[in-house]
């Protein structure tokens, strides 16, 4: 059960003007009534090239976020619409004023909009890579670089640099990167690792839908959770089931099923799966602090629950939700349908949308200062949001 990007989404088209790359173009698609009314309040008032509003550690786990599975940013308005490659906005030379419009202060003193503009004190989204019909399906980072597949390729997160590092097929859905290697996974082709000084990729041998590792093992979910020496070695199932997430913590594995659906867990060194709560049509999952995050296409809502278990609390309604992560300011999820990414403050239960008028957001990460996501099928992209000001 393998679905693509051209099996899931469903446009609905408006009028929307971006700036990418200095060149105004039409496309998009409209927010879906539950969010319409949240999503459109800071239209910003759509200024010039038409506008439109914007709308989720240091590094990745290789799932996606800080301690993310799932590979497991503020409502913008646009004068300019998006910045690209980071070629315009914050230079990080400008004194403390205009906070409105001032993308070193954007909203607050030395807030800056990481190469984004400023709009209404808040950051406008940057296009780091458009890459048109390629496809951008799974993303990860480490301290100073973001990776996506297909095929496998890094940038710097200022969006200079880019570099193919290796060929991969189409249907990558997972990637990961530690301090040396990047691994890779596809449910039809296998799971591939190679060091990110280059030499090419070397086969790790099975399947799995997402992929993440921690200091000595490498670990895949799709009709199994699985483990493996990160240099090469046996394999040991862990679970006889999986799906689509998984993530990690220091003792346990967190993964998704799809039908009959659920998150659950099992310990890294093997034992009984428990199951932490059910949902058909789970999707992507992330773990930071005492707490389980993912993603539920079903029911159509992204929830959380105790890693020990306990009550589901549903967070937000969404629409097709897939990436998923989680650190100390909040959660953060893309929705596939409407095109937006979400952020849930901590403290809070009003979601933000980060970004809107995105083509089929799929995966999404999260560093200190802002928030990644690919858009897939025909409108592929990597952009980043810096996270919002902090009151």
């Known amino acids: 059960m393998t679905r693509r990007a051209s099996e899931d989404f469903r446009t609905s088209p408006s009028c929307r003007d971006v700036v990418t790359r200095g060149k105004c173009e039409r496309g998009g698609h409209t927010l879906s009534p539950t969010h319409h009314a949240l999503a459109v309040l800071p239209l910003v008032l759509a200024m010039a090239c038409g506008g439109r509003v914007e709308t989720g550690g240091a590094s990745s786990d290789g799932t996606g ?41 954007c909203g ?30 799974a993303l990860a980072l480490d301290a100073t670089r973001v990776y996506w597949a297909s095929p496998i390729t890094r940038m710097n997160k200022d969006g200079t640099g880019v570099t193919k590092m290796a060929d991969a097929p189409s249907g990558v859905w997972g990637i990961a990167v530690d301090a040396d290697q990047i691994f890779w996974s596809d449910p039809d082709s296998g799971s591939f690792r190679m ?27 799709w009709q199994e959770v699985w483990k493996t020496p990160k240099e090469g070695g046996p394999f040991t199932t862990l679970a006889p089931v999986g799906g689509e997430g998984i993530a990690l913590d220091d003792k346990y594995v967190y993964f998704t099923t799809w039908m009959p659906g659920g998150v659950w867990k ?13 949902a058909d049509n789970s999707s992507y999952v992330a773990v930071y602090g005492n ?24 967070l937000a309604k969404a629409s097709t939700p897939y990436g998923i992560a989680a650190d100390a300011d909040g959660v953060y999820w893309t929705e596939f349908d409407t095109g937006t990414i979400w952020m849930l403050p901590a403290g809070s239960t009003t979601p933000l949308p980060l970004a809107s008028g995105q083509f089929a957001p799929r ?6 200062t802002a928030v990644y996501w690919t858009n897939d099928a025909s409108k592929s992209a990597v952009s980043k949001v810096a996270k919002p000001a902090k009151p």
């Open 65 to 105: 976020g800080i301690v993310s599975g799932g590979t497991g940013g503020v409502l913008s308005g646009g004068t300019g619409g998006i910045a690209s490659g980071g070629a315009s906005g914050s230079t990080g030379t400008s004194p403390c004023n205009h906070l409105d419009t001032n993308p070193d202060h």
């Open 108 to 137: 607050a003193c030395d807030h800056s909009c990481l190469g984004g503009q400023c709009v209404g004190g808040v950051c406008q989204p940057v296009v780091l890579e458009d890459l048109g019909k390629q496809g951008a399906y």
């Open 195 to 221: 060091k990110k000084t280059g030499g090419g990729s070397v086969p790790i041998g099975k399947a799995a839908y997402r992929i993440a590792f921690d200091s000595k093992y490498v670990y895949g979910s």
């Open 266 to 278: 099992v310990e890294k060194t093997g034992g009984a799966p428990v199951e932490l709560a059910k």
């Open 291 to 314: 707490t389980v995050y993912w993603s539920v296409q079903g029911e159509n809502y992204v929830a959380s629950v105790k890693r020990s278990g306990g009550a589901v609390k549903v």
């Open 363 to 368: 995966d999404l990460a999260v560093d200190a």
